[in-house]
């Protein structure tokens, strides 16, 4: 038996009136993920422990099972090992969205869409300005990227800034828990006031205002830690080989920390063109050779943040065309047997365009199982289903049953 979970990044969603009031799931064609459902088993996952914030990094550990009390590091560390960095033991890592402000207002957590070359040279930019021996600006995709701070204390109060849209931001600005913590929350701060003083006269921002397009005018770190000691995969469940395939730093980075190979795809953007079909080969060609694939794809979350309807309905019902479609047409020719899973990591409701914790919906379907009498698969219909809910690594059993 192989093993393939495809993860649709904050895909859930509340009903939602110009959908007839309905969801996206419910209100998208989605042919290939009902025909799993009534084929297979579905119930509700809860995928955000007490006392966690439902970002994806704590929703992707808990859908593979790990203890987030025990390894959870903040989601800096794991995009670090995402993009290859190494931390020392004395490095503190934390997210670092370049976004745009306006009145003091966080008007948007991305800026909008910022090319490669842009941030490459607006990083470089801050670098020059900001860097030193100990703060270091790691180039990432788009709008997020990474602060290493030498010798920082992780025991401030950081607010991720999605949960900030349109809202003041001085409020959320980083607070120290203790007062040892005092001095990595006021350098934070005095990155952020500088960064907004330098970035917008910087000439990647005045273009793009001359273009009519948000300027990345501000940095926002969040989520610091330190580098978290994981078991791998294979030590929790005994599985062999396994991979991960995503666009986004933080997911290849727990693949990283798990002992996965993480495997890159061209064209995966992490947004709502990504490349699905490169995706759904490259997960196919892995699970030739791997026994447990993790395929994640980012594209419906990007759709909740930015509380389009339209757009995540659409990028559901890609999903079902441009990878479940290939997916199960593929497997089902093969001999050898594949278990599929597919959840959720957390909704991201377009009213609210953040993360929620409410659970969510999944199905695991292989072949000769016996199905309950769920016949779709949406927020709703599943609770009916054989497992009313699950919680930490309950559901990761019962996909390597």
Request: net charge negative; hydrophobic share 40%.
């Amino acid at each position: 038996m192989k093993y393939l979970v495809v993860l649709a990044d904050g895909m859930a969603d509340e009903p939602i009136a110009e959908l007839g009031h309905r969801t996206p799931l419910q209100y998208a064609r989605t042919p290939y993920m009902d025909r799993l459902a009534a084929s297979g088993v579905t119930g509700r996952l809860r995928t955000v422990p007490d006392g966690f914030e439902p970002g994806s990094e704590v929703a992707n550990l808990s859908v593979l099972g790990y203890s987030l009390p025990a390894v959870y590091e903040g989601r800096g560390a794991l995009e670090a090992a995402g993009m290859g960095i190494r931390l020392q033991p004395d490095e503190l890592a934390m997210r670092c969205n370049l976004l745009c402000v306006q009145e003091e207002r966080l008007k948007s957590y991305s800026a909008g869409d910022l090319a490669d070359e842009e941030t490459e040279q607006l990083i470089t930019f801050l670098n020059d300005e900001l860097g030193d021996e100990n703060i270091r600006f790691y180039r990432g995709l788009s709008y997020r990227h990474l602060l290493v701070i030498k010798k920082g204390d992780k025991r401030i109060d950081c607010t991720p800034p999605h949960n900030i849209l349109s809202l003041p931001f001085r409020p959320a600005l980083v607070r120290a828990q203790t007062p040892e913590a005092g001095s990595t929350a006021v350098l934070l701060n005095k990155l952020i006031w500088k960064s907004q003083d330098i970035l917008p006269d910087h000439p990647v921002n005045r273009r793009r205002i001359n273009e009519e397009k948000e300027p990345a005018n501000s940095i926002w770190p969040w989520s610091p830690g330190y580098r978290p000691v994981m078991q791998t995969f294979k030590q929790l469940y005994g599985i062999g080989k396994s991979a991960v395939i995503s666009a986004v730093d933080v997911i290849r980075g727990i693949g990283a920390y798990a002992g996965m190979d993480v495997i890159s795809v061209e064209g995966a953007t992490g947004k709502h063109d990504t490349n699905y079909e490169g995706k759904a080969q490259a997960a196919i060609r892995a699970l030739q050779t791997h026994d447990f694939v993790y395929l994640h794809i980012e594209a419906s979350d990007e759709a909740g943040h930015a509380g389009d309807a339209a757009l995540k309905v659409r990028t559901i019902e890609d999903l079902d065309s441009r990878i479940i479609k290939p997916l199960f047409e593929a497997l089902s020719q093969w001999d050898v047997p594949v278990t599929v899973a597919v959840l959720p990591d957390h909704p991201t409701p377009c009213a609210l365009r953040t993360h929620t914790d409410t659970p969510v919906p999944f199905l695991i379907y292989r072949p000769g199982i016996t199905p309950d009498r769920v016949t779709r698969y949406d927020e709703f219909s599943v609770q009916p289903g054989k497992y009313p809910l699950l919680n930490g690594n309950e559901f990761m059993k019962e996909v390597l049953k």
